[in-house]
T-cell receptor, first 116, second 112 residues
Framework: AQKVTQAQTEISVVEKEDVTLDCVYE???????LFWYKQPPSGELVFLIR??????QNEISGRYSWNFQKSTSSFNFTITASQVVDSAVYFC?????????????FGGGTRLMVKP | DAGVTQSPTHLIKTRGQQVTLRCSPI?????VSWYQQVLGQGPQFIFQ???????GRGNFPDRFSARQFPNYSSELNVNALLLGDSALYLC???????????FGSGTRLTVV
């Protein structure tokens, strides 16, 4: 069975600090997909990134970066120079390979609070 | 293009009643999934439909049922509502696993 663990339930930082959100996953499949979603107070889950299990290259998108390490089953998310607008709940999720689309298994989420 | 649309946005029901939630996927997306998010937790998978067939079901009681229509829209039905069914119900659509999932804004169901 697949499982996603986000050990940090809540993180508080001051604006302009860097912050890393941890994600550890478990799966028996060799082909799988990892995701990060942002959930602002409005409730909608906003897609941030999708990474397949064969692509371990780290990715950077503006102030966001992701570190995928298969050896430790981790897919961590770093926000550089955080801003108040980054305040939200962030979810890491795992999906196993299925051409028809498949269920996402979510972690419990990390609530990030960025203070001015 | 319109995103995933869900209706209604908010709903209050009484214990024992039945509720139907609706979801319209992004145009061209054939896969629709439903998730339940209880306050303070991550979303939990309820159902996945692809091409009008059920492809997956989460650990939810038979009071929960769903279907997908020929236009790929979907309905989630919950019978005999319990207080514990109070949650945000999210719908997601996708081309398939390789393309990511787009979520709607959800229906917030309150059971009193």
């Amino acid at each position: 069975a697949q499982k996603v663990t986000q050990a940090q339930t809540e993180i508080s930082v001051v604006e302009k600090e860097d912050v890393t959100l941890d994600c550890v996953y478990e799966t028996r499949d060799t082909t799988y997909y990892l995701f990060w979603y942002k959930q602002p107070p409005s409730g909608e889950l906003v897609f941030l990134i999708r990474r397949n299990s064969f692509d371990e290259q780290n990715e950077i998108s503006g102030r966001y970066s992701w570190n995928f390490q298969k050896s430790t089953s981790s897919f961590n998310f770093t926000i550089t120079a955080s801003q108040v607008v980054d305040s939200a709940v962030y979810f890491c999720a795992l999906s196993e390979d299925n051409n028809a689309g498949n269920m996402l298994t979510f972690g419990g989420g990390t609530r990030l609070m960025v203070k001015p | 293009d319109a995103g995933v649309t869900q209706s209604p946005t908010h709903l209050i029901k009484t214990r024992g009643q039945q509720v139907t939630l609706r979801c319209s996927p992004i145009s061209g997306h054939k896969s629709v999934s439903w998730y339940q998010q209880v306050l303070g937790q991550g979303p939990q998978f309820i159902f996945q439909y692809y091409e009008k067939e059920e492809r997956g079901r989460g650990n939810f009681p038979d009071r929960f049922s769903a279907r997908q229509f020929p236009n790929y829209s979907s309905e989630l039905n919950v019978n005999a509502l319990l207080l514990g069914d109070s949650a945000l119900y999210l719908c997601a659509s996708s081309w398939g696993a390789d393309y990511g999932y787009t979520f709607g804004s959800g229906t917030r169901l309150t059971v009193v």
